[in-house]
């Protein structure tokens, strides 16, 4: 099949749309017509080289939504016509990771960025006469996917796609983070440090989950005023201006739990972090920086002396294939607000804008909404 897609040629350069072929569903595999994908910043990390990706190009997107309008052999549960959201974390149900109740770690993750089809090891993708790489193994940022059946998940035909295509990563990350990762509890005091798509999911997760004071501390003032909708108690613009806020609305206790979900995280700003977290609290980090850097500003006798945790969490530490449709079955009672977390929609062209307006701040999320004239 010939369709478009948003490739990544080289290191530190724009989104080019290109013609791109994807090859025919093989066993396992589905092949899926999207019609929303969501702009993560995941994605960004593959034009500044913090993911380290052994050939270029790369199909970018991992967030989408769609219908099944093909299906491979071998394929269980899946059927043509399904209403299905892309789970960004493959999730096998077999290997020891997901045997043991961690299929956020199911080891066909190993594999996301190696552009090596779970079916058979093949690349599936091709531009130009290259071999391309899907993010994720999906690519959701062109028309359509050809994906492996444990990376598809399932989802009520009544969910509106632009709503669908967050829980296949950013809502279901910033949501796991606070009831899961973090395990806000009742009367618990959180601070979320970054509240863009995955923060603001992880303020209305804690919400859910009985916290008493929400901060939020995001340095874009746009950003800030969406937290105190979402149901942050206080905003802030840095750690600094926040630390003093916290001190004295917890009589110097500050925050049980504290939840990381900047857009790039660096090593030198964790000991920041800490200092905002309780005796005996949790700073769980979400956000991502180099995947190679390993230099961290820590103070070790503070985090043996006062009994912190810092804790690391991938898709909220949950379970895709459960974990998807239960949020939105939430969105579908009115627990969660999902429709307004959408502030754009693009054109698969405006890609690069859509990006220029998540790093200015201007976007909770945006999602790009394909159309006929793109399947053409």
């Not at 552009?115 to 690519?139: E, N, Q």
């Not at 110097?252 to 990381?260: E, F, L, R, S, Y």
């Not at 503070?302 to 998807?324: A, C, E, M, V, Y």
Request: aromatic share 6%; glycine share 14%; proline share 4%.
């Amino acid at each position: 099949m010939k369709t478009k897609g948003a490739l990544v040629w080289e290191r530190n350069q724009p989104w080019s749309i290109d013609e791109i072929e994807i090859g025919e569903p093989r066993r396992g595999e589905v092949t899926v017509q999207l019609e929303t994908a969501g702009l993560c910043h995941s994605d960004h990390h593959l034009l500044t080289g913090d993911f380290p990706i052994p050939s270029y190009p790369v199909l970018g997107g991992h967030e989408g939504a769609g219908i099944v309008t093909e299906v491979g052999a071998g394929v269980q549960d899946l059927a043509v016509g399904d209403h299905v959201v892309m789970s960004f974390i493959p999730s096998c149900g077999k290997c020891t990771p997901c045997q043991v109740g961690l299929r956020n770690l199911c080891d066909l993750g190993m594999g996301l960025l190696s552009g090596a089809s779970v079916s058979d090891g093949s690349f599936r993708v091709t531009a130009k006469g290259h071999d391309v790489i899907p993010m994720s193994l999906l690519g959701t940022f062109a028309p359509y996917v050809v994906v492996h059946q444990t990376s598809v998940v399932k989802v009520n035909p009544g969910i509106p796609f632009e709503v669908a295509c967050l829980v296949g990563c950013g809502v279901t990350t910033g949501y796991g983070s606070a009831v899961r990762s973090a395990a806000v509890g009742p009367g618990d005091d959180v601070a979320v440090i970054g509240v863009g798509g995955v923060g603001v999911a992880a303020i209305q997760g804690a919400r859910l989950a009985g916290a008493r004071r929400i901060f939020a501390i995001d340095p874009f003032e746009s950003q800030r005023e969406r937290a105190l909708r979402f149901g942050a108690t206080e905003a802030f613009a840095d750690v600094a201006g926040a630390a003093d806020a916290i001190a004295a609305a917890t009589w110097g206790t500050m925050c049980p739990k504290v939840i990381v979900t900047v857009g790039h995280c660096e090593g030198s700003e964790v000991e920041a972090w800490l200092g905002l977290t309780a005796k005996g609290g949790t700073c769980v980090l979400t956000a991502m920086g180099d995947v190679l850097a390993t230099d961290v500003t820590l103070n070790l006798a503070g985090l043996t002396l006062l009994q912190k945790s810092l804790r690391g969490s991938l898709f909220g530490g949950g379970n895709p294939q459960h974990d998807i449709p239960a949020i939105l079955e939430l969105y579908k009672l009115g627990q969660l607000n999902l429709d307004d977390m959408v502030t754009r929609e693009y054109a698969l062209e405006q890609i690069n804008d859509g990006y220029g307006d998540m790093l200015e701040g201007r976007n909770v999320r945006g999602i790009i909404r394909y159309t006929d004239a793109d399947r053409a």
